[in-house]
């Protein structure tokens, strides 16, 4: 299959020349050593032990839904850690996505998994204004939060990273998010125009320059987010190549940024494994959410 050529204006050369080589980039399960790699784990557990609002929506659209896990033990105000999944904007949900719930609630944390409109329904920009539209919702329906935490894995690190460059001058409210786990992610789309996962996508360069966070750093400002990256050992380079070049451009323009290159884990079980208590991201994350507390 051809790949559509980008406007030579602006346009850097994508740094995988081979169309096969970049499929192979870009298909994290040919870089896992496991055989279990299709499962995430946790929901049912998560959604068994905490108290919870399923389903709540913050659209009109089908997939404009959140699910809700509320700390057991909630103070008079809270923070929460909102999670938007993966799956390469085309597949997974935010029924799969409570797993990372239980180390957090009992730790007095709410979690929101966010669900939006995948591929091919949904349109890349549709789906990074959902996610917009998901915070302020939820700031405006819990006015009991206190500061929101973004945490997205692979194309969900890619929407979490472009809310980090939302105007909110368009919305009513301004949520604060104070922090932002970013796991495996996409941060430049340019390469995607020229994978298998185009295809349902559909995206045109036009489309995936305006939807890149790398493309859309913006200085940061004095009480801007803390950001923790992460990245596995065994992703693909080309993944650990744009988590590095994103961190890169954050720091650049005055980001607090830690990357984590986590040794033993692949692209799926390096998010996975935040069903556990002990994880280092899991721990990385809460120390993210109570250092930001203590200094708000």
Known sequence: REA?????????????????????QYSPSRWSPRLDRDTIIGTERARASAQTLLHVPYGNGDGEKLDIYFPTDPCETFPVLVYIHGGYWQCLS??????AAPPLVSQGVAVVAVGYDTAPEGHMDAMVQQVRRSLVFLVEQYPRIRGVYLCGHSAGAHLAAMVLST????FQEVPEIKGAVLVSGVYD??????????????????????????????PAVPA????????????SPEFRRQSQEYSQALRAAGWSVSLLDLAGVDHFDIIEKLSEDNYILTQAGLTLVFQAACEG
């Open 94 to 99: 935010k029924d799969d996505s409570g797993f």
């Open 224 to 235: 801007a987010c803390e950001v923790l990256m992460a990245v596995a050992q065994h992703d």
């Open 189 to 218: 789309l340019e390469p995607i125009l020229h994978t298998y996962v185009n295809d349902v996508l559909n995206m045109s360069w036009e489309v995936a320059q305006r939807n890149s966070p790398m493309r859309h750093v913006t």
């Open 4 to 24: 559509p050529a980008p406007p030579s204006a602006g346009a850097a050369p994508c740094p995988v020349a081979s169309p096969q080589a970049l499929e192979d």
């Open 167 to 170: 105007d909110w001058t368009e």
